[in-house]
């Protein structure tokens, strides 16, 4: 794997520039300030030389969201980078099976789904011998996933069940509780469910004042998200193309 100068990344620079245009736009419209909604972004089921591409271009935020996808992506990039990656950052976004926190808690700087308490214990145990290992620097971040429907495909706690997850995430020292995560149902008004997320995150913050951050909005609805306080858009398709298929 090289630096990269070829179609792809010609592909991936005039998509990454149009979301970014669309990002400052949906910014502006919002009467917010340049660089406070950070763009994450989603390179699930694309190879590491898309990630490699997408650095040259000058991103250093990314989002995974399955293992042991991430893993060997990830280890193959630090590889190739002579062993450090510097401030690039990864963070798991997709959902996370207990038996898999130890592998995520490596690399991943957030967790973006964490939606129940026994995955935020297994978390804690995997940072802490991440840190005590010197795999990791510092605590791994937590995003609390909000269910807006309660419908349990898309994951998600109720709003009701949040305050008992974040005081368990404030509980551990491996563990920093940074916000909320959304991904909006697919049926209904998109705008509707981002004003509902953005009331929840403002009741949430009443109590958890340092839970800043609203990781909300992909590829179609980044608009809308950040119109109602988004601080982490998580764009794949528009960027990337659309997903390949995989066999497992
Ligand atoms: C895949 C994925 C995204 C990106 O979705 P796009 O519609 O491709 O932009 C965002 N968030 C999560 C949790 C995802 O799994």
Redesign the pocket.
Known sequence: MTAHDDERTAQLAQSLSAVRTRLDAAVDAAGRRPGDVDLLV?T?FFPAEDVARLITLGEKDFGE?REPEASRKIDELRADAGGDLGDVAFDM??SVQTKKARTVARWARAVHSVDRDKLIDHLATASKSALDDGERSTPLGIYLQLSLDGDPTRGGALEKELPELADRVEASDSLALRGLMV?APLDGDVDEWMARTAQAHERFRARFPQATALSAG???DLESAVAHGSTCV?????IMGPRPLISH
């Open positions: 989603v699930k969201s976004i997709g991904i992909m590829s179609a998580r764009v794949g398709t528009a």
